[in-house]
């Protein structure tokens, strides 16, 4: 595990025991727009994995053909992770939405990262991963970095013949 402002995140060994536990996720902040980040993990995570995907977003009504929830209340289930595309500043707001949810996991997508959100989170019980990509972290582990735009192609300083 590595600390950053305090806070330790993660081993490689507990993200991917992180994933094999996780059976539901709830994107909160998912975008119906192809061009966002969420929509491109979106599609990822319904063609990729084994999750059942929940989009929550209070301004669509349907992403990738699916139904939108208003907020995280709103979902049909408990979430077993909840992976959070929103703004820094909205954390702490999100953070009361995931304790009131159930949810067991709070995951931040790159480029959020708020230490003390993190430690509030694990206090309640939350396991919490911040600042990586759950399409990322999923495709490392599964062998699936090669999909959707990252080579993963051997490199070696040996001649082709």
Not at 14 to 40: E, K, W, Y
């Amino acid at each position: 595990m590595s600390e950053r402002n305090g806070w330790k995140e993660p081993s490689a060994q507990q993200r991917l025991a992180i994933l094999r536990r996780t059976r539901t996720v709830a994107m909160l902040g998912a975008s119906p727009n192809p061009a966002r980040a969420s929509n491109f993990v979106a599609t990822y995570l319904l063609a990729s994995t084994h999750y059942d995907v929940y989009f929550v977003n209070p301004n669509a009504a349907r992403i990738l053909n699916r139904p939108v929830y208003g907020s995280l209340a709103e979902l049909p289930i408990v979430p077993d992770l909840v992976d959070v595309f929103r703004r820094p500043a909205d954390l702490p707001q999100v953070l009361a939405e995931v304790l009131a949810s159930g949810a067991a996991t709070l995951w931040l997508q790159f480029g959020l990262y708020d230490v003390a959100v993190a430690q509030q989170a694990e206090a309640a019980g939350l396991t919490v991963v911040m600042d990586r990509c759950l399409k990322i972290e999923h495709a490392r582990f599964h062998g699936g970095l090669h999909l959707s735009g990252f080579n993963t192609g051997i490199i070696t300083s040996r001649r082709s013949r």
